[in-house]
């Protein structure tokens, strides 16, 4: 199995809405990210989880919050979202943390709509 | 300071073709890593390509090649005998050992495959 499979694919949801984003693999990565994009610019980083713990959090609004429940599962719980934070949300693993050395296999991402 | 710089906004090339996508890049560190990934409209990241820092020859995978030049910071991605299904978003991205698990991507470069 070598996919990052991320559900739902398309979400919609309001302002005052609970959702959850899930992000699973079943590589033995251990190494997983949340990126945001929006449209016509790159990823940009949200958060790093690196053996299940949160390495990096980009000064990222606690509206979004990061959950990391084993090594093969990666969620993002989203609550009172604003209609700037529609994007596309996309995760990545990688086999681990060596920069140099791996490269990033990516999920098909979640399309948010915010309204 | 880091950073990516991908000057061609759009390129044009005729089916089975080659291209040369542009890419520089900005480091005072010596370990990195410099990747290419490929964007459909889908929306998915596909990784194409890696090239390390202390590598001495060039990185190929399939019709897929990268042009590296240390001295000049370049780390161009060359897709020979271009398809159809090429057209994309393509960016060039960069990972640092003491950025630890950061990737820097560029602003990419959306290619056209004319048929």
């Known amino acids: 199995d070598t996919e990052v499979t991320q559900t739902p694919k398309h979400l919609v949801m309001g302002m005052t809405n609970k959702k959850s984003l899930k992000c699973e693999q079943h590589?033995?990565?251990?190494?997983m990210y949340w990126y945001k994009q929006k449209a016509k610019k790159p990823p940009e980083l949200m958060f790093v989880?690196?053996?299940?713990?949160?390495?990096i959090n980009e000064s990222v609004p606690s509206r979004f919050s990061p959950e990391c429940p084993n090594s093969s599962l990666l969620n993002l719980h989203l609550h009172a979202l604003q209609p700037e934070d529609s994007a596309l949300y996309l995760c990545?693993?990688?086999?681990?943390?060596?920069?140099?050395?791996?490269?990033?296999?990516f999920g098909s991402g979640t399309r948010l709509t915010v309204v | 300071a880091q950073k990516i710089t991908q000057t061609q906004p759009g390129m044009f090339v005729q089916e089975k073709e080659a291209v040369t996508l542009d890419c520089t890049y900005d480091?005072?560190?010596?370990?990195?890593?410099l990747f290419w990934y490929k964007q459909p409209s889908s929306g998915e990241m596909i990784f194409l390509i890696y090239?390390?820092?202390?590598?001495?020859q060039n990185a190929t995978e399939g019709r897929y090649s990268l042009n590296f030049q240390k001295a000049r910071k370049s780390a161009n991605l060359v897709i020979s005998a271009s398809q159809l299904g090429d057209s994309a978003m393509y960016f060039c991205?960069?990972?640092?050992?003491?950025?630890?698990?950061?990737?820097?991507f560029g602003a990419g470069t959306r290619l056209f495959v004319k048929a």
């Open positions: 991205a960069m990972r640092l050992n003491t950025g630890g698990f950061k990737t820097i």
């Open positions: 990545a693993s990688s086999q681990g943390t060596q920069a140099t050395l791996y490269g990033y296999t």
């Open positions: 480091t005072s560190d010596q370990s990195y890593g």
């Open positions: 590589m033995g990565h251990r190494a």
């Open positions: 989880y690196s053996y299940e713990k949160l390495s």
């Open positions: 090239q390390g820092s202390y590598d001495e």
